[in-house]
């Protein structure tokens, strides 16, 4: 058999059991927004745990991390502090979530924020916030997947099948089997994600080097620049680390997917240990994509790889770096392994994105002001039926090949980023109070005012100095603008209702720190 052909059937193998298990977990799905959303609040911390790690783990974690450190070394070791960040917020943010989403039944984080802030309209605008800025993240993913089909076939299946055909797979067995599925799958696409990185990254450092000491030594004699910080062309200047910091842990936690995989808990200790665990696995991900980004820029530098420029050419970005090493050194069996786990980093991201995004959808928006009176069972028909255009837009966005993956996600990371001031006024008790005048003026100016910083210097209307002149993304001067605005409105807008301070403060004070 071909080598393409062997590598495809086992991709496409892995692809028919992540089917077998959305069919699966529908046999048993009850028809209500709590099972379909946040599996009946029953995740255990195994379920949980894989839950969490292979939705905030994407394309970008395993394409888009390779293909950074081969072109800037070691200054994406930044990533090791977002990703340990991610636990803490789980501690300050997600235990919080979980027990007002236990305590008063919310679905979505705009049922707890329309709820403490008592506006209808907050809720519509998390809601439109959530919609924009979750389609560019769903697009990284369809992107990860052609890219992943088309060099695993060795070119024999085109890139626009392969985002719309996985893209479609993942999208089905959502819609087959809701939250379950997702989880279902989530407890495979986890660990062979993870294994399948750390396979491909030993199997091509040892293969080609000898060991990571041997692709160390290569590297520091035809690229030293890699192995420095801040790294090739000041790439991870500290004012940008700092926005990584934000961007991809705060911002991705306040993402929905990630959001309500909190609801999704079943006790108190289950949160607890997602906390302390949880960085263990996104920070170690990245050790194989450094062997392999880096590997690969020493065999550019030596002229052992020449043909990666006209791949990048072709599917025009570098995420393309990690496939091409396994076609072209590792053994076709060995391949399709290793691209089904980069598949399963796509697809268990790409599915709880379309979960979450369907479940703002329906339950901030159609089930309150279009269908108020809808059975459970229409409404879970209506979040099966949103699937439909989030796939279509992420397909096409996807084969429109919009560059790289890395900056796509800042800005989805920076748009959600800008609920921060809303989150800690309603989980925190402060002696100044957030209103929702304030907070509704803080999101709006802070989401959209990073389009002028990010737009106008690449189209030539303004010069980057003017807008941004300390290297700090244009989502961290959203977040910027966004506390101020909030907290001037607020000085002269009516503060939250005793009741609804009472509601949330008074109870996490009783539940946390047992004050009454």
């Known amino acids: 058999m071909e080598a393409w052909l062997i590598a495809t059937s086992i991709l496409i193998g892995y692809i028919v059991l992540c089917i077998i298990l959305g069919i699966g977990s529908w046999r048993i799905l009850k028809v209500d927004l709590e099972d379909y959303f946040v599996l009946s609040r029953t995740a255990g911390f195994a379920l949980l745990y894989l839950g969490i790690v292979a939705t905030y783990h994407s394309a970008f974690a395993i394409l888009t991390s390779a293909a950074v450190f081969r072109s800037f070394g070691i200054a994406f070791w930044a990533a ?3 990703t340990f960040m991610t636990g803490i917020c789980t501690y300050l ?14 679905i979505t984080p705009g049922d707890l924020l329309s709820d403490y802030y008592e506006s209808n309209l907050l809720r519509i605008i998390i809601a439109v916030v959530y919609a924009i800025f979750m389609v560019p993240y769903i697009t990284v993913q369809a992107i990860g ?8 076939s060795f070119g024999n299946i085109p890139y626009e099948v392969g985002v719309i055909a996985l893209l479609g797979v993942t999208a089905l067995y959502l819609t087959l089997g809701g939250v379950r599925a997702i989880y279902w799958t989530d407890l495979m696409q986890g660990i062979w994600m993870f294994v399948g990185i750390w396979a491909g990254g030993l199997f091509l450092v040892f293969s080609l080097f000898g060991g990571p000491a041997g692709m160390f030594e290569a590297v520091a004699k035809v690229k030293p620049e890699l192995l420095s910080l801040p790294g090739v062309a000041r790439y991870a200047p500290y004012p940008m680390w700092f926005s990584w910091l934000l961007l991809f842990a705060v911002g991705i936690v306040l993402q929905p997917q990630i959001w309500m995989n909190y609801y999704t808990a079943r006790d108190a200790k289950t949160m607890k240990w997602l906390g302390a665990t949880t960085p263990l696995y996104l920070m170690f991900i990245y050790v194989p994509a450094a ?10 530098a030596q002229g ?5 420029a006209s791949m990048i050419k072709t599917f025009g970005t570098a995420d393309v770096v990690f496939p091409a090493m396994m076609m072209k050194y590792a053994p076709a069996w060995f391949t399709g392994l290793v691209m089904a786990g980069a598949a399963a980093a796509a697809m268990s991201t790409a599915d709880r994105m379309f979960n979450s995004t369907t479940a703002v959808l329906v339950r901030d928006l159609y089930q309150r002001y279009i269908k108020p009176q809808a059975s459970q069972k229409h409404l879970v028909n209506a979040s099966r039926f949103l699937v439909l255009p989030l796939y279509l837009l992420g397909c096409w966005f996807a084969l429109m090949k919009p560059g790289i993956l890395f900056e796509i996600v800042l800005i989805a990371g920076a748009g959600t980023l800008q609920l921060l001031p809303a989150v800690i006024g309603a989980i925190y008790p402060m002696r100044f109070k957030l209103t929702k005048a304030g ?9 959209f005012m990073q389009f002028p910083l990010l737009l106008f210097p690449r189209w030539g209307w303004l010069p980057k100095e003017w807008l941004n ?5 244009a989502g961290v001067w959203g977040l910027v603008f966004n506390i101020i605005i909030a907290i001037i409105v607020s000085l002269f807008t009516r503060k939250p209702s005793t009741q609804a301070t009472e509601k949330f403060h008074g109870y996490l004070e009783a539940e946390i720190y047992g004050r009454k």
């Not at 943010?93 to 919310?106: E, V």
């Not at 052992?304 to 990666?308: M, T, W």
């Not at 907070?439 to 989401?447: E, M, Y």
């Open 93 to 106: 943010l997600g235990y919080r979530f979980w027990l007002l989403g236990k305590k008063y039944s919310y």
């Open 439 to 447: 907070v509704i003026s803080g999101i709006v100016v802070g989401a």
């Open 145 to 152: 997947l052609g890219i992943i089909t088309s060099i695993a």
């Open 469 to 473: 002149p300390y290297d700090f993304h």
């Open 291 to 300: 062997f392999i980004g880096l590997s690969a820029a020493a065999l550019e």
């Open 304 to 308: 052992r790889f020449p043909e990666l």
């Open 80 to 82: 090791g502090t977002w």
